[in-house]
């Protein structure tokens, strides 16, 4: 997954793909250290026993990405994007709506956006899918 906080991945993955994923996100461990180690290892091991995972944070840059699409890759599975492209404003407001620690703050959106890439094939994804919001759709 790719897209800001508040965005809606989360959400999409319920939606989507927890059915068929195993779901990991380094929100599963708020307090652990080195959650990016934590969660490679994780995610090395149930490629390992054959499951497909998703992994559910912002992952902006490509540096965020390139771990995961390696490892992918030595496990010999298929590496899918999935952008959730949704406006900055959008975000803030469902984040806004959201309650406890689930708010995150404003200014952590905003580093997001400004680190974030578009993911795209030349890095390494055998596919990339953008997904947008229906209030986004304009008539022809
Ligand atoms: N398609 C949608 N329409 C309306 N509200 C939505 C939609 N998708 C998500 N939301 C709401 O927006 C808020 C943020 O969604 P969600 O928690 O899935 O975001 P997230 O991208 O996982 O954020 P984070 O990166 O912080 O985990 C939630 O309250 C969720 O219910
Ligand atoms: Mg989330």
Redesign the pocket.
Known sequence: ?V????????????EHLAPTHAVV?K?HWPNARRREARQQRVVDELLAAGRDVVV???NPALEDRAPLIALARRHGAAVRAVH?DVPLEL?LQ??A??KGR?R?PVVGVLA?RNRLVAPSTEEGFDRVDVVR??EQVRPA
């Open positions: 997954m897209g800001l906080q508040g965005c809606g991945k989360s959400r999409w993955v319920r996100s929100d559910d944070n912002t959730l975000c469902r984040n709506g959201r689930a995150v997001t919001p229906p």
